[in-house]
């Protein structure tokens, strides 16, 4: 099996270190030697998966050169940041370590790139198998040709799956196997290493040309889909159930106790424990972030990816000027941002009116920081919702259609059968289904069939007036596809091969919901963490800190009025102990960014389970999500303030 991936970044950036970096090495034969011995088999079976067309060497050059390039990077950062200001010995030690521990980080990352990606085409393509077979199967039923039925199920899907058949179907024109057997028993046999359950549906669909009886022929077929479906199902059933203590570790040691002990930062000061905002921001915007991130990835690499949402063209009528859409929408924005998050300075400016913005530990009612915390948000949520909310409307719409689209196919059927021409059956489904988004379009291919004279196929497809140019549903357009083959047979033979398309449909979108509601417990566990949770907790844990801190300076203003020598004894209580290392306002603002970030995290986290990670559904989730955190934060720490501040 081989694929041919080069436009992947690994690949590209790999293919450049060897060609411009390759003086760094002074016996090339030898770097080369080594890298061969040092990779594993796995690594090798890896790279050929991947279909890179990578040699090791190659790999293992660009990881050192990425590490090294790393490293440079964070040391001209520390550099220049160094001579701007001035930090503290804590600040100092944590920004080395972690100087150090991200160019190893990137240097084992990637080193262990393609075994990664190979494991993530590998989960991606247990998803694939569900559609593979269907349209397999859908052909089969209506042209019970194997070598046929395959084809079609390449040629009329874009999944990486659909890739390999279509090298399969190539490796048999060339006389690599002896037939069509052999070459479904050897592709049989690979992906059997991944989905038993794939190779028997495989076998299955095989025995069913076998079949001398066609009612017979039809239950093997059924069978074969009915046991994909199943696996399908199993598998993320199974998921759902591994799902939990992992999430529950991610909500409780990356979320849970990192907020809690925000509380108690001011009162480590007591034992000496003294830290700066430059610590603080690393720890809780920088390390926890990280962690949080990669933990979430390894939880999602173990998810096998199901019914993977349709990828949209830019070509899109609704996506007309996209891109300049989405540079007004960074303009805006950018300016709401700025506006935003300078309010609180500007507030001060004007006197602090109504002692609006918080000066001083608990007193006023918002800090400063806290607008440019609104300003971040709202900014990011502006431009997300407005360049985005147009493929969620898209998304919408085919899942809609799809939806309708099983019920009119059944209706067209009907229609088919009982002898009606194909434009009488079309017009009479748009008929009965009005109302609906795939009425308009049935009514449209029965107008260019009656109007403009043209066969079936072009009155569907033709990319000048077809029907179906502007659907983006591969499922429907395939289905539609199978439709036209079997639009010569007799009326009844088209009619019920039309109404097994529709059962077909049917089954596959039951699956698909019951995999949805088999998941939900853990995605909306995670929504509702991120959205509320997660900022109502931070906010009453600033609350308490600032507590604690206001707690703490008054007695360190006790103490400088008391004579020295007051406490006697090994104790080592000071005012100096006591007072803050950190202003209120930049403790919540570290905090502030620290929601922002694990918001983002826990969205992407549920959004990647339920929905198979389509970027622009999850960059429109983000958008909706983020003010909603936000406002959360804010008022709970707002009350938590004010009812707090009202017992000291």
Request: charged share 20%; hydrophobic share 45%; aromatic share 10%.
């Amino acid at each position: 099996m081989i694929r041919l991936y080069n436009d992947n970044w690994y690949c590209t950036c790999c293919k450049f270190t060897a060609a411009n970096f390759r003086w760094l090495l002074k016996d090339f034969d030898a770097f080369r030697q080594r890298s061969e011995k040092a990779t594993g088999e796995d690594y090798h079976n890896a790279m050929t998966y991947t279909g890179f067309g990578l040699e090791a060497h190659e790999t293992v050059l660009f990881s050192y050169v990425s590490a090294f390039l790393t490293l440079i990077g964070i040391l001209t950062f520390d550099f220049f940041l160094f001579r701007v200001t001035t930090f503290e010995a804590s600040t100092l030690r944590a920004v080395l370590v972690l100087s150090l521990l991200l160019p190893l980080g990137v240097l084992i990352y990637m080193s262990e790139y393609i075994k990664i990606h190979a494991k993530w085409m590998k989960v991606s393509s247990l998803g694939d198998m569900p559609e593979i077979i269907s349209y397999i199967v859908m052909s089969m039923k209506i042209v019970p040709n194997m070598e046929v039925a395959i084809r079609f199920a390449a040629s009329n899907s874009s999944r990486p799956l659909a890739k390999d058949l279509k090298k399969m179907i190539w490796n048999l024109h060339v006389r690599e196997y002896r037939g069509i057997d052999d070459a479904i028993l050897e592709f049989s046999n690979l992906w059997g290493k991944d989905s038993e359950y794939f190779k028997r549906a495989l076998h299955l669909i095989k025995s069913s040309t076998s079949e001398p009886d066609e009612a017979q022929r039809i239950i093997t077929l059924n069978r074969s889909l009915d046991l994909v479906l199943e696996s399908t199902r199993n598998l993320m059933d199974s998921f759902a159930s591994k799902l939990k203590t992992p999430t529950y570790v991610l909500y409780s040691i990356f979320i849970l106790i990192p907020l809690a002990l925000v509380a108690l930062m001011p009162a480590i000061t007591v034992v000496g424990i003294r830290f700066g905002i430059g610590t603080l921001v690393i720890v809780y915007d920088v390390v926890l972030p990280l962690l949080t991130f990669a933990y979430a990835e390894y939880i999602l690499m173990q998810r096998p990816a199901a019914f993977i949402p349709q990828n949209i063209p830019e070509s899109h009528p609704e996506l007309t000027n996209i891109k300049l859409k989405k540079q007004h929408a960074l303009i805006l924005s950018s300016a709401i941002g700025i506006i935003i998050s300078s309010l609180g300075y500007i507030l001060i400016y004007k006197g602090n009116p109504l002692n609006i913005v918080s000066t001083a530990t608990l007193d006023g009612i918002i800090p400063p920081t806290l607008f440019i915390i609104w300003g971040i948000v709202f900014s990011v949520a502006v431009y997300l919702n407005i360049s985005y909310s147009p493929y969620k409307k898209i998304r919408e719409e085919i899942r809609r259609m799809e939806n309708e689209f099983s019920d009119a196919l059944f209706v067209l059927g009907r229609r088919i059968s009982e002898g009606r021409s194909a434009e009488e059956a079309f017009i009479h489904t748009a008929a009965t289904m009005e109302g609906s988004d795939i009425a308009s379009v049935f009514e449209k291919i029965s107008l260019n069939l009656m109007n403009i004279r043209t066969d079936v196929y072009s009155a569907i497809f033709d990319e000048d007036f077809g029907a179906f140019k502007d659907i983006y549903s591969e499922r429907i357009k395939t289905t539609m596809m199978l439709f036209v083959e079997s639009a010569h047979k007799s009326h009844v033979v088209a009619g019920v091969a039309i109404i097994k398309l529709a059962d077909h449909l049917k089954e596959l979108q039951d699956v698909e919901v019951k995999i949805k509601q088999s998941l939900y417990d853990m995605t909306s566990t995670m929504r509702s963490t991120a959205a509320v949770f997660a900022p109502l907790i931070a906010g009453v844990t600033i609350a308490l800190s600032e507590v604690i801190a206001k707690i703490l300076q008054n007695i360190s203003d006790s103490i400088k009025r008391l004579p020295e020598n007051a406490f006697p004894g090994p104790a080592q209580i000071s005012p100096e102990n006591l007072n803050q290392s950190i202003p209120s306002e930049l403790f919540m603002f570290a905090i502030g960014i620290y929601i922002i970030l694990i918001t983002v995290i826990l969205v992407r986290f549920s959004g990647t389970i339920e929905y198979g990670g389509d970027k622009a559904q999850l960059r429109y989730e983000i958008g909706q999500t983020l003010p909603i955190t936000i406002i959360i934060f804010t008022v709970s720490t707002i009350f938590s303030r004010i009812i707090f501040g009202g017992m000291i």
